[in-house]
């Protein structure tokens, strides 16, 4: 049975991509099943992953549609599994509108939650009926945040999000952890952010991960060559703070090896 995992952050530019992608290529190096699902209408995820969704069925078509997951599963040139996204998808707010409209992703998945380890999903930069079919779906969800002071706008909210859900519709979602992106340990604002941040973990009981991803031109690059970063830069500092992410997370799941 595949451990669920949602990326979510109601701020855009905190790296939520780039760490779901980061995700998926990490746990496949530890050989495990992973299945990424982009809910992004902007679907940047399977093109981080070096997927071409020209023409291609999404998560669109699975979720409006009905169309069986295993059909809407790519398998791109490295050998990811994912469920793309396109710009079609920004009208799921206005289209979907069933009764049980926000467990429309988790009845689609329980057909493979058995053929992998992990399903990793990536969420639209908002608070909407996407992103709350993501927490549905899922057993964790991960909050990437940038090393900046805005970035903390909005975590207390989250929160409350997340407990609703847990409530309603998913009483067996966790929050994993908070992990700081674009990260300076030289700067003061770094430290400034890095301290408010734990404070914020501590009241809203989630805790910060140890791993802090450093700024590097190598993230940026990465799905511009079709690539992910492990791949692209293994030896750059995102790659290497990455990898030690990939390995709390097993670690923090139960499912290190």
Do not use: C, W
């Not at 530890?30 to 992004?40: F, S, T």
């Amino acid at each position: 049975m595949a451990v669920t995992i949602v990326l979510t952050n109601q701020k855009g530019g905190v790296g939520k991509t780039t760490t779901a992608a980061a995700l998926t290529a990490g746990l496949v190096r530890r050989g495990k099943r992973v299945l990424a699902i982009d809910l992004d209408p902007q679907g940047n995820l399977g093109f981080s992953l070096g997927l071409d969704i020209d023409n291609s069925l999404t998560v669109y078509d699975m979720l409006r549609n009905r169309t069986p997951v295993n059909e809407v599963i790519h398998t791109t040139e490295d050998g990811y599994h994912v469920i793309p996204s396109n710009i079609l998808l920004s009208e799921a707010e206005i289209e979907f509108q069933s009764e049980n409209r926000v467990m429309l992703l988790r009845e689609s998945l329980d057909q493979v939650r058995n053929d992998y380890d992990f399903i990793i999903i990536d969420t639209p930069p908002s608070l909407n009926i996407l992103t709350l079919n993501g927490y549905a779906a899922s057993d964790y969800l991960i909050i990437p945040m940038a090393s900046e002071i805005l970035s903390l706008v909005g975590l207390i909210q989250l929160q409350e999000t997340v407990s609703e859900v847990k409530a309603s519709v998913n009483p067996r979602l966790q929050v994993l952890g908070i992990l700081l992106t674009k990260y300076n340990r030289r700067t003061r604002l770094a430290a400034d952010v890095l301290e408010m941040a734990g404070a914020v973990a501590e009241q809203t009981k989630t805790a910060l991960f140890e791993a802090k991803i450093r700024s590097g031109v190598a993230a940026a690059e990465a799905p511009a060559h079709g690539s992910d970063i492990f791949s692209y830069a293994p030896r750059s500092n995102p790659a290497k703070d990455y990898s030690m992410f990939v390995d709390e997370v097993m670690g923090r799941i139960g499912s290190g090896q």
